[in-house]
């Protein structure tokens, strides 16, 4: 089998603007979800209504002032209304436009809430999907980040190129054409022209920014990612009186942050100015032609006001234009990182057409296992272990031989390089991970809770537990007392990652809610080593009742706690070097005894 490459960072992964655009398109027109198209359908219909009404909002104008200045009025209807009446229109007009506008948004927010929630859950559950490697190998800080700009990113994208781009360039070609055909060729070029320059340089300029803004955004992401390391870390900063040098570190990051954002500002500067100037050199070069015609008897003063209005009118979203510009632009480079998420591979995956893991008696079996984090450095080199059913095994070995590996391939964390893992003769690659997942039990060496009750926590073991089993499991783990003490109770909150529980108590949680799970086999990784010896010896008493009736892989640094298990295996080096129960090993005063003799010693200077 080949071997498991290192994940690449999302960003590598960062796809080109198109891509993105093909990839976001969908969830406009969904072919799953006809209510969608509709809403889109009448949302466009919505949009189509306000411009018209906006291009012809200034002929009402127009038409008022030249009532004004008592200039002759073409049509019946606008001598019966009279100027009042005129400039009553016009504000209805103006609000007209306005109205259709805000009904438009109301009808897409669905069409863009849907669709920004349905892919933050498609995030979220493929980084779920992705292997322990990964995760481990990302900064929690910065992934968390790259997701939340890119959901974001989601809803922007989706509502401005429906909404901002295509209306816009249908708004300058209807002002186009009325400035056209009201007026002669100059007006039009001038127009087209300054459109065309203001065009340019916003897409220049701002492909320049998007740069600087890439860096800031890198900058962010690392100030952040130190910021939630620091706080998760919270203890550690307190043991070593880092509060200074955590806080020296941040400002280091924010430093950076704040050169990367006044380039930015400067920038941003920048451009605003030179749009600014695009925009009145054009305005000012129509208004002297309109002027010099109202001079020459050849327009009206309404001409004259007219053509002022769809100039400004013009302006307003060409300035938007800019903003939209840029922010597609900062969208496209956000959500490329986030769909580089989504292309991130799994590293471990079901195999075709696979059935779920059907456990009926609990036999495990690591043949001739060959792994390595590393293909550089392995770290397994052809283990060979079987539990047999209701067995306990305990593994032990100095640090770095291998013994945790053994727990994560079992659980199918990762994919050995060569050998199989079986359970009840079926390879755990041929199974659905899921499936094996729900079969096996880990109490690892240190229990991390969420953030909730102690009843939550418990629960999760089992999600569809009645109270009743929940409490069951509590005492079962004998840490229902400790919670009935408690003034709230099963609902009282544990804290970030349970750090207002002691450790013991924290490992009773994770036992209870692995009692609850009621796996066949279960694997104790090192689940007492971070206690004080009472606490391990209190506890050990419960590992020992949950451990009856099931097929036990038992991980171990404390040789005292392993001395019951049915069979114990030295590994060291990637190889197995010793077997047998704790008497045949004592016996043969080989590697096991001596790690035995060297903690008893240890254990009696400590004393």
């Known amino acids: 089998m080949r071997a498991p490459q290192d994940p690449q960072p999302a960003s590598e992964f960062s796809a080109s603007g198109l891509s993105v655009i093909r990839r976001v398109a969908p969830y406009l027109w969904p072919e799953d979800k006809p209510w969608v198209k509709r809403r889109v359908v009448l949302a466009l219909s919505m949009l189509v ?22 200039e002759a009025v073409d049509a019946a209807w606008m001598m019966a209304l009279g100027a009042v009446g005129l400039t009553i229109a016009y504000g209805m007009a103006r609000a007209m436009t306005v109205g259709f506008q805000q009904l438009r948004d109301v009808i897409f927010a669905a069409v863009g809430q849907g669709a920004l929630r349905q892919l933050a859950l498609q995030t979220f559950t493929h980084i779920h999907r992705l292997s322990l490697r990964y995760h481990i190998t990302r900064k929690t800080g910065g992934l968390s980040r790259i997701i939340e700009r890119g959901v974001k990113g989601v809803d922007f994208l989706l509502r401005f190129l429906l909404f901002s781009i295509g209306p816009l360039l249908l708004e300058l070609l209807m002002i186009a054409g009325v400035l056209f055909v009201l007026f002669d060729a100059w007006y039009l070029v001038i127009v087209v022209g300054t459109i065309a320059i203001y065009v340019w340089f916003t897409f220049a300029v701002t492909e320049w920014r998007v740069k600087i803004r890439k860096v800031m955004n890198e900058q962010d992401t690392d100030a952040n990612q130190k910021a939630i390391d620091s706080l998760l870390n919270f203890e550690t900063v307190k043991y070593f009186g880092a509060e200074a040098r955590e806080a020296a570190r941040y400002d280091s990051a924010m430093e950076r942050y704040e050169a990367a954002a006044l380039k930015t500002s400067y920038s941003l500067a920048f451009l605003n100015f030179g749009q600014s100037l695009i925009i009145t050199s054009g305005l000012v070069g129509v208004m002297v032609l309109a002027a010099v015609g109202v001079q020459n008897g050849a327009l009206t003063v309404g001409d004259f006001v007219m053509v002022n209005a769809y100039m400004i009118q013009i302006t307003m979203p060409l300035n938007f234009l800019g903003t939209v510009y840029r922010e597609i632009r900062q969208a496209l480079v956000d ?8 292309e991130q591979p799994a590293e471990v995956q079901d195999a075709p057409g696979a059935a779920d893991l059907d456990v009926s008696a609990g036999d495990v079996r690591f043949d001739d296992i060959h792994f390595g984090y590393d293909a550089a450095r392995p770290i397994l080199k052809g283990v060979s272990l079987h539990v047999r059913p209701g067995q306990t095994v305990a593994i032990v070995g100095p ?8 727990g994560r391939l079992l659980f199918r964390f990762y994919d050995v390089t060569g050998g199989a893992v079986r359970i009840d003769a079926q390879d755990v690659r041929d199974v659905t991970q899921a499936s094996v997942h729900a079969r096996i039990g880990i ?17 999760y073991g089992r999600p569809d537990a009645t109270r ?3 409490v069951e499991a509590a005492r079962a783990a ?7 003490s408690l003034p709230d109770g099963y609902d009282t909150q544990v804290g970030e990652r349970g750090l207002k529980l002691s450790g013991g108590e924290k490992q009773r949680v994770g036992i209870a809610r692995t009692l609850l799970k009621d796996p066949p086999i279960l694997v104790l990784d090192e689940a007492t080593s971070a206690l004080d010896t009472e606490t391990e010896r209190e506890i050990q008493s419960e590992l020992r009742e949950m451990s009856a009736g099931r097929s036990v892989i038992m991980i171990a640094h404390r040789l005292s706690t392993v001395v019951d298990a049915d069979m114990i295996v030295v590994l060291e080096g990637g190889v197995i070097v010793e077997s047998g129960t704790y008497k045949e090993l004592i016996t043969q005063d080989g590697r096991f005894a001596q790690m035995w003799s060297k903690q008893q010693s240890e254990a009696e200077t400590a004393a």
């Not at 959500?335 to 989504?342: A, K, P, Q, S, V």
């Open 49 to 70: 209504f306000a411009k018209v009404i906006a291009v012809g909002t200034p002929f009402l104008y127009k038409v008022a002032v030249d009532a004004l200045a008592g």
């Open 443 to 459: 109490v690892p060496q240190d229990t991390v809770l969420f953030n909730d009750t102690l009843y939550y926590n418990i629960a």
């Open 468 to 470: 009743a089993e929940v």
């Open 399 to 406: 640090s770095g031989s291998g013994k945790s590996t053994m």
């Open 335 to 342: 959500m490329g990182e986030m769909f580089g998420l989504l």
């Open 478 to 484: 004998k840490i229902d007392g400790f919670i009935e």
